[in-house]
T-cell receptor, first 112, second 116 residues
Framework: GNSVTQMEGPVTLSEEAFLTINCTYT??????LFWYVQYPGEGLQLLLK?????DKGSNKGFEATYRKETTSFHLEKGSVQVSDSAVYFC???????????FGQGTTLQVKP | GAGVSQSPSNKVTEKGKDVELRCDPI?????LYWYRQSLGQGLEFLIY????????KSGLPSDRFSAERTGGSVSTLTIQRTQQEDSAVYLC??????????????FGPGTRLTVT
């Protein structure tokens, strides 16, 4: 079946450091890929998405590229801020229903 | 406009009792999803409604769980004879939802269920 694996956290970085959170997937067909973010005390929000191979999703300085050959969708940001501290979820969307399969989540803590 | 709303925001119940969780999707959204977020299992899909089609119940963990969607809008997730392992945050999401086209899902704030 479809599945998503992302790197375990927590990830602790200093402000302005470079961020990478790895995500790989297993899927039949051609899923769309997403990164969702959950800030402390808030609900899940879509951060970025990519719907086909080689697409790059970007938002708020974050970006991720849909790599079909490596079945990956790694999240990157060049310079993190304290306000980026949150839990990040990688997910794929099954192509016929749209239901989301999530990775286990990665907690990011950015220290000033 | 209004987002997805869920009620109650918190629910504490005794083991063995039944609970009902409510979701009001964004007006006009035809697709509605329920997920569960728990410490041990992460974020799991539970059930999916699309328009008037039969729901996809493939994620429901046991027959104690059921859900309905009335009039293509409001949805209720019912858990009968609650167990401690049912303790989790139950999330509802909706999307404009046409099969085969990927739309963003908009999530509600969730209902935190605690079974004592």
């Amino acid at each position: 079946g479809n599945s998503v694996t992302q790197m375990e956290g927590p990830v602790t970085l200093s402000e302005e450091a470079f961020l990478t959170i790895n995500c790989t997937y297993t899927a039949t067909g051609y899923p769309s890929l997403f990164w969702y973010v959950q800030y402390p005390g808030e609900g899940l929000q879509l951060l970025l998405k990519a719907t086909k191979a080689d697409d790059k999703g970007s938002n708020k300085g974050f970006e991720a590229t849909y790599r079909k050959e490596t079945t990956s969708f790694h999240l990157e940001k060049g310079s993190v801020q304290v306000s980026d501290s949150a839990v990040y979820f990688c997910a794929l969307s099954e192509s016929n229903t749209g239901k989301l399969i999530f990775g286990q989540g990665t907690t990011l803590q950015v220290k000033p | 406009g209004a987002g997805v709303s869920q009620s109650p925001s918190n629910k504490v119940t005794e083991k063995g009792k039944d609970v009902e969780l409510r979701c009001d999707p964004i007006s006009g959204h035809t697709a509605l999803y329920w997920y569960r977020q728990s410490l041990g299992q992460g974020l799991e899909f539970l059930i999916y409604f699309q328009g008037n089609s039969a729901p996809d119940k493939s994620g429901l963990p046991s027959d104690r769980f059921s859900a309905e969607r009335t009039g293509g809008s409001v949805s209720t997730l019912t858990i009968q004879r609650t167990q401690q392992e049912d303790s989790a945050v139950y999330l509802c999401a909706s999307s404009p939802g046409v099969a085969g086209i990927v739309y963003e899902q908009y999530f509600g704030p969730g209902t935190r269920l605690t079974v004592t």
